[in-house]
């Protein structure tokens, strides 16, 4: 009897662990807007977020309320991300400078401006 409810215990303790696991999980793919921010410091330099004024690159501001990139694609993650990654036209590439978890936190910060 004591065995069953240790064995009962131990599992419900091996689905919580789980539950936590999963739940982060989650959260790194959908991004951490706030780590996402500190991510961002070193695109400030040419991106302004709260003017629309133009620095080196075109201010972010609302970027996701926005129907198009400068590039004429539409705005969405996938969108976004490709600039990222490759930049181009003044913007340097960051597909091998940032980690997986740095873009999606970044992508997330990006969707709060
Ligand atoms: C050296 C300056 C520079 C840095 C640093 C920089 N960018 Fe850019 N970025 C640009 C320029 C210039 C463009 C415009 C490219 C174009 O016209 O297609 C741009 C475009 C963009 C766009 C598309 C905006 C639009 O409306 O089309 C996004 C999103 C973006 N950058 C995000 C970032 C992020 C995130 C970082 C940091 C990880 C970053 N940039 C770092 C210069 C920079």
Do not use: W
């Amino acid at each position: 009897m004591i065995r069953q409810t240790i064995a009962i215990a131990g599992s419900a303790v091996l689905f919580a662990v789980l539950g936590v696991g999963v739940a982060m999980g989650h959260r790194a793919q959908k991004g951490d807007a706030a780590k996402g921010k500190e991510v961002f410091e070193q695109c400030q330099v040419c991106h302004n977020t709260d003017t629309d004024e133009k620095k080196m690159g075109p201010s972010l501001k609302g970027l996701f309320k926005r129907k198009t990139l400068q590039n004429g694609k539409p705005v969405n993650d996938e969108n976004v991300l490709a600039q990222i990654n490759n930049g181009g036209n003044g913007m340097p590439a960051y597909g091998d400078m940032l980690s997986a978890d740095d873009k999606a936190n970044v992508l997330a910060y990006l969707h709060t401006l």
